[in-house]
Nanobody
Framework: QVPLVESGGGLVQTGGSLRLTCAGS????????MTWHRQAPGKAREWVAT???????FYTDSVKGRFTISRDDAANTLYIQMNSLKPKDTAVYYC???????WGQGTQVTVSS
């Protein structure tokens, strides 16, 4: 059973929105520090956002005010709502449990100009 599965990526125009989903299994996302990361073509993977078990959220500067991380505890699912998307947001997006080294397959987000 894969612990985290990302979905919801796609192709969107500049200024558009997407909501990515990270479905968890085998552990409670609400007990973990959950993070979103992304990797653009030819670049290193970078941290995007974090949600702590208590609900506190943190964002990298480039997405503040545009992206919102949230969690549905009943569904054991993590989300990231991405608004006002820009071509530089194009990347494969991954969710991750901060305390593990396991990465999912990611979901591709492409923002056209």
């Amino acid at each position: 059973q894969v612990p985290l599965v990302e979905s919801g990526g796609g192709l969107v125009q500049t200024g558009g929105s997407l909501r990515l989903t990270c479905a968890g299994s085998g552990f409670l996302l609400s007990d973990a520090i959950m993070t979103w990361h992304r990797q653009a073509p030819g670049k290193a993977r970078e941290w995007v956002a974090t949600m702590a078990p208590g609900g506190a959220t943190f964002y990298t500067d480039s997405v503040k005010g545009r992206f919102t991380i949230s969690r549905d505890d009943a569904a054991n699912t993590l989300y990231i709502q991405m608004n006002s998307l820009k071509p530089k947001d194009t990347a494969v997006y991954y969710c991750k449990n901060f305390d593990t080294t396991t990465w999912g397959q990611g979901t591709q987000v492409t923002v056209s100009s």
